[in-house]
């Protein structure tokens, strides 16, 4: 089996090649770093310093690398609606959609044409196949690092090609392996950033130098009285309490909505924070939607954010899209942010995803 190894600089796509050439010998893994960003970065997987570790890795392993040069499908896919979103009032995921059209799809595509079998990345995730031969996708064994909820999107003609070797370790194992090894990724931080946004500019100073940024009226929940501004309502999302101020009971103010085209946030105590429930649309599946049950929905476990708490919730598909509703109301899930559902029997398998109307 040939495997096409995605390189991105880091320790666990590092140690996942090695592993992999440890298994079935450096002469059928081949490295691939993908040049995604155009303009300068200094985090992620998208800095110079990144692409040149992740070749001298490849080089330590006596693996060949390529680099693949993706950036304007990076800016298509990834680039262009994070900043078309946060115009109209979303909060996207760039890390989640990077994964659905370059990593799990362009990636796959070029390995193909190259004749690999497989595509191995260094996500925290587990792939198993079961007695029927259907591909299942589930938690990595590190639940503090676990990454299934940014793959939440793949498929079963995804899965079939997907190898994911560092799943069952725990990042101290991985850390451990990469000092075995002798790499020189293995005491490398995490990336905690969006790859593409500079740490010296942040969302703001991007954002800013490709769309207009408008000051909004703050208004409360309940009565609509002004509140005061904030400097760009596109830089706010649904939930966000930082920069919100205190109510005149003292308590803290949570954004309930944002309305763009009215340069308008509204605001409100916590408990106009949460919500029943939330619509997702452009649902995908692991395996096919679940059964659905006599009142036609489905039990499920919602995660709303890359380590945020399994939801019990219930799921009715309507008209191409899913209305989730907590058994327990919970804080407001911005637009345009992806929920993953969980099977509720084997809580670390992966039903599959949508993302929030």
């Not at 509703?325 to 345009?336: L, S």
Request: charged share 25%; with cysteine.
């Amino acid at each position: 089996m040939r495997v096409l190894v995605a390189m991105s600089g880091g320790v666990d796509s590092s140690v996942a090649a090695a592993l992999l050439a440890e298994a079935h010998g450096p002469d059928t893994v081949v490295g691939a770093t993908l040049k995604l960003w155009g303009g300068t970065s200094d985090s992620g997987c998208c800095s110079v310093a990144d692409v040149d570790d992740a070749r001298r890795v490849a080089d330590h392993l006596g693996l060949v690398h390529h680099v693949f040069n993706f950036a304007s499908d990076f800016e298509e896919y990834v680039v262009d609606p994070y900043v078309r979103g946060h115009a109209e009032g979303r909060t996207p995921n760039p890390c989640i959609e990077c994964n659905r059209h370059l990593k799990f799809d362009r990636l796959l595509e070029r390995a193909r044409d190259l004749g690999f079998d497989a595509v191995a990345t260094g996500h925290h995730a587990r792939r198993s196949v079961d007695d029927a031969g259907h591909y299942r996708l589930q938690r990595g064994a590190d639940s503090k690092k676990d990454q299934s909820y940014v793959l939440a999107m793949l498929g079963q003609g995804q899965l079939a090609r997907c190898l994911f070797p560092v799943g069952e370790l725990t990042k101290d194992q991985v850390r451990a392996e990469a000092v075995r090894l002798g790499l020189r990724t293995a005491a490398k931080p995490d990336s905690q950033d969006v790859c593409f946004i500079r740490s010296d500019e942040g969302k703001s100073g991007f954002l800013s130098r490709r769309m207009d940024l408008h000051p909004g009226r703050l208004v409360d929940h309940r009565t609509g009285d002004d509140l005061g501004q904030v400097a760009a309502v596109e830089l706010v999302t649904v939930g966000q309490r930082r920069g919100m101020g205190h109510g005149r009971d003292g308590r803290r103010r949570f954004v309930t909505a944002v309305d763009v085209p009215a340069r308008q946030v509204t605001v409100g105590p916590p408990e106009a924070s949460v919500a029943d429930g939330v619509c997702l649309d452009t649902p995908t599946w692991v395996d096919g939607p679940p059964r659905l049950d006599a009142s036609g929905a489905f039990a499920a476990l919602a995660q709303c954010s890359a380590h945020g708490p399994s939801l019990p919730c219930r799921v009715r598909p309507a008209g191409g899209e899913l209305a989730v509703t907590f058994d327990v109301p919970q804080r407001r899930v911005a637009p345009g942010q992806t929920v993953a559902l969980y099977d509720p029997d084997r809580p670390g398998d992966v039903l599959g995803s949508g993302v929030v109307r």
